[in-house]
């Protein structure tokens, strides 16, 4: 349950730290425009004016993420476009575009460095709330925690209320990453209550509650209650802007699949990626298309499952997304296991374990050596699946992972039992469900 959360906009009065930085991106919007032969009208055209587009380029205004996501689009680009890696220091600006961005890592560095020098308490809370956000679509739930926590306490303690309900957003997530299902649900569900008893915050606020509370629901084998939510949700969503239905029905596919209807996630996930496509969101669409394979294996058919998941990787290497790139290859690895291909299987999860690696994507890792061990275990190589068993066991326990630890431990049992080690099948199984009781 990783669901978006629209961002404030950045139009604040223009910062001495942050002058530098809006001078540069000035320069840049001025340069990609006349690369793109447009006038300062054309650019404008229909949102904003020539003078908006003229005080950009001079750096005299500091653009909010709509403007830049705007002009971006306009020229073909994203936002991150219009900053360049290895400037001396990071500012407020640019982790914000980071985040907005989806670059989720280079958004963490900012973030920690800008807490680094921050010294009051409510800039400390609003850089924590960032960097909440950035490390939760990292799947580093337990880092979540340490930053969302003072955050939503300062926030409270100053009276900024949608702040501090933003800060628990992220603290509820982290806590369903972490596998903290009951904590997970008392959180959302109380704010789900403030919501309906006034709090306003943003449109779609209520929506990603609903939602997020079918997600916990799903996973928790309450299918009727979670459906029950995703229904309340839909009947929210109308009125919302393209992309917010978009997501809303991103959300919504991986609510049905969590529910066990992977009918109606098969549905709803294909019409999210029409719509995603027509506004050009190509990562959204690996996510999804990603998502769909998954359903359609547990659906057990393969063929679609495979196109699927070569559509999510054709995207991701377009993008160069390597992130979300060991996500996909650990998918295609399951499919090729699933199609009684062991050999294929480990081929790509040894790379999806690679790229997992590289960019610090600790839920690929785990999940890509357990796939590993599985295709060893099917080629006969029992030796080499320990090895990834011990490594994906050793992940988990030092990133605080339970749910994956508890599927790495009972694989590992299964296969001390196939070794003829009774007791250490037996040592290995009482740790799992420890962990599950707990």
Request: proline share 3%; aromatic share 4%; net charge neutral.
């Given at each position: 349950?990783v ?5 404030k ?25 006349l ?16 003078a ?60 920690t ?20 956000e ?17 955050a939503?306490?300062t ?9 501090a ?33 006034g ?7 209520e ?5 997020a ?10 299918p ?11 009947g ?31 549905r ?29 294996l ?8 495979r196109?699927?998941?070569a ?16 996500h ?5 690895a ?40 599985r ?23 030092a990133?605080?992972?339970v ?5 790495v431990l009972t ?6 039992a196939?070794?003829g ?18």
């Amino acid at each position: 349950m990783v669901l978006s959360m629209p961002h404030k906009s950045l139009g604040r009065t223009l910062a001495r730290e942050d002058a530098p930085i809006a001078r540069a991106v000035g320069e840049r919007i001025r340069a990609e425009r006349l690369r793109a032969r447009l006038t300062q009208q054309q650019l404008a055209d229909p949102r904003y004016t020539k003078a908006y587009i003229s005080a950009l380029e001079n750096g005299l205004a500091k653009p909010s993420l709509a403007a830049l996501t705007f002009i971006a689009g306009k020229l073909g680009l994203t936002p991150a476009s219009f900053l360049t890696a290895g400037e001396p220091a990071w500012s407020r600006l640019e982790a914000d575009l980071a985040l907005a961005s989806g670059e989720w890592t280079r958004a963490v560095d900012a973030y920690t460095s800008l807490l680094e020098a921050a010294r009051l308490p409510v800039e400390r809370a609003e850089l924590g709330l960032g960097l909440a956000e950035a490390l939760i679509r990292l799947e580093r739930g337990s880092d979540v925690l340490a930053a969302a926590g003072p955050a939503a306490a300062t926030f409270q303690a100053t009276g900024r209320r949608a702040d501090a309900a933003r800060a628990r957003y992220w603290i509820a997530a982290a806590e369903y990453q972490l596998d903290n299902e009951t904590e997970a649900r008392s959180i959302m569900r109380a704010l789900l209550d403030e919501v309906r008893a006034g709090l306003r915050i943003e449109p779609d606020f209520e929506v990603r509650l609903l939602i997020a509370l079918a997600a916990i629901d799903g996973r928790a084998m309450q299918p009727k209650r979670a459906l029950a939510y995703l229904d309340e949700a839909r009947g929210v969503v109308e009125g919302m802007d393209d992309r917010r239905r978009a997501t809303f029905l991103s959300s919504l596919a991986v609510g049905y699949r969590e529910s066990g209807d992977a009918e109606a996630a098969i549905r709803v996930g294909n019409q999210a990626i029409a719509r995603f496509r027509e506004l050009e969101a190509d990562r959204e669409v690996a996510g999804l298309e990603n998502e769909l394979a998954l359903t359609h294996l547990a659906l057990g058919s393969a063929r679609r499952a495979r196109q699927h998941a070569a559509a999510a990787a054709e995207i991701c290497q377009r993008l160069g997304d390597r992130h979300w790139l060991a996500h996909v290859r650990e998918t295609q690895a399951q499919i090729e296991l699933a199609a009684g291909d062991p050999g294929e299987a480990a081929t790509a999860a040894t790379e999806a374990a690679a790229l997992a690696d590289a960019t610090g994507n600790r839920k690929a890792a785990i999940s890509a050596r357990l796939t590993l061990a599985r295709a060893h275990r099917a080629l006969g190589r029992r030796d080499d699946a320990v090895a990834a068993l011990e490594l994906a066991a050793d992940q988990a326990r030092a990133h605080g992972r339970v749910p994956q630890l508890r599927d790495v431990l009972t694989e590992w049992a299964d296969l001390r039992a196939e070794l003829g080690d009774p007791q250490g099948a037996y040592a290995l199984s009482r740790e799992a469900l420890a962990l599950a009781r707990g």
